[in-house]
């Protein structure tokens, strides 16, 4: 991807998107196409790896048909599943997927920033942003890349700069994570051996958490888990705590994870927050909320709140009051806060290893029991 140089971009925009993961991009996207000028920064170079699952389920994929980019997905290379394997200290059983995709980070959120710049939108990436004043009718934001910087106007902001929110700071400081909310960590490794076949994710779920397994475009492995803090701590950090769930889940440890692979972590997973919107402000993706995931769920929260937020935003544009903030709040839960409770009910089930265990029984006896909530999970966004 060709980095596009800070000196070079216009100072007035109709709609800047700070973050370029898929929540941001895809809202660049669907902005560019209402005839926006849009431009889209995130602070990392591209391609550049993000902690993820890999995992597009039914619901998002249904949100990349219907922007109109499901197929250059699968273009890149984008992997078939077609099983979910979970795994305990004494149990195993499959679950039939009806569809879903695996695909690396930097693979999709570089295909659909590039899409976003297809569009007509400009990217710019290695840039950090700071909003820096709302006034009126723009708000002004500190753009700095490399030893440049500059100060740009935009009638609205879309945030979609992660859990952490920076952008979001100056409407909404308080701490937003639970008490008991869990961590996540990945990597994605090389890997030659046929333990782990493409087509099917593996989650073991063990005492300290659970680890993902899936096979992605390049026959790497991307490996994500959600780890309990004090596992963390006793384990010595993120990759001996994934590992030991790999061994305690009885699911085989890649030859690829030796001591010299760097793990990535990110903050608490689960978090709420007071506000999702500001004057011409609004926050979307991660941003907004987050609810530990299961397989896929957070891609869909993601392009489905991107997609909304790009809707709203355009036609915010002249004219933003108090109404758009309460639209956007109303928009927001109905297409992610049902679905991040129902993966919160999830999310605490798999806190119980027996329970597991006991479902997994259960399941496997009676696999269809489990067929309304896969059905759920794979739905598109109403």
């Not at 899936?214 to 790497?220: G, I, K, L, N, Y």
């Amino acid at each position: 991807m060709t980095e596009t140089d800070l000196r070079d971009i216009p100072r007035d925009w109709d709609v800047v998107v700070v973050g370029a993961g898929p929540a941001g991009s895809i809202a660049a996207v669907e902005a560019s196409r209402y005839g926006r000028r849009v431009l889209l920064v995130d602070r990392q170079r591209f391609p550049r790896y993000k902690v993820c699952g890999g995992c597009l389920n039914g619901r998002a994929l249904g949100e990349l048909s219907a922007a109109g980019r499901l197929e250059m997905i699968r273009r890149r290379g984008a992997v078939a599943l077609h099983t979910f394997t979970i795994t305990t200290a004494d149990r195993r059983f499959d679950l039939p997927l009806p569809t879903g995709l695996a695909i690396s980070r930097p693979a999709l959120d570089t295909s659909l920033a590039t899409a976003a710049a297809e569009e007509g939108a400009v990217f710019v990436d290695g840039c950090k942003a700071k909003l820096l004043q709302m006034h009126d009718d723009a708000c002004r934001l500190r753009l700095v890349q490399k030893e440049h910087d500059l100060t740009v106007s935009a009638r609205i902001v879309l945030a979609a700069d992660g859990l952490v929110r920076p952008t979001m700071r100056s409407v909404d400081d308080a701490k937003a994570y639970r008490s008991r909310s869990r961590i996540g960590a990945g990597v994605m490794v090389r890997d030659v051996e046929d333990v782990f076949p493409p087509g099917r994710i593996f989650m073991g779920v063990g005492r300290g958490g659970y680890c993902g397994v899936v096979r992605v475009e390049d026959q790497s492995l991307n490996v994500g888990s959600a780890l309990d803090v004090d596992f963390v701590d006793e384990c010595g950090g993120v990759g001996p705590a994934s590992i030991a769930l790999l061994q305690e889940t009885q699911l085989p440890i890649p030859a690829a994870l030796d001591d010299d692979v760097r793990w990535w972590g990110t903050p608490h997973l689960t978090r709420s927050h007071g506000r999702r919107s500001g004057h011409r402000l609004l926050a979307l993706g991660d941003a907004a909320g987050y609810v530990e995931p299961f397989t896929g769920e957070g891609m869909a929260w993601a392009l489905a709140s991107g997609r909304a937020a790009a809707v709203l935003a355009s036609r915010a544009i002249d004219r933003f009051d108090d109404g758009v903030a309460q639209q956007w709040e109303r928009r927001h839960r109905a297409t992610v806060a049902s679905a991040q409770r129902r993966c919160r009910v999830i999310a605490e089930t798999l806190r119980r290893p027996l329970l597991v265990s006991g479902l997994s029984q259960v399941l496997t006896r009676a696999p269809s029991l489990a067929a309304p909530l896969i059905k759920a999970m794979n739905q598109p966004t109403s």
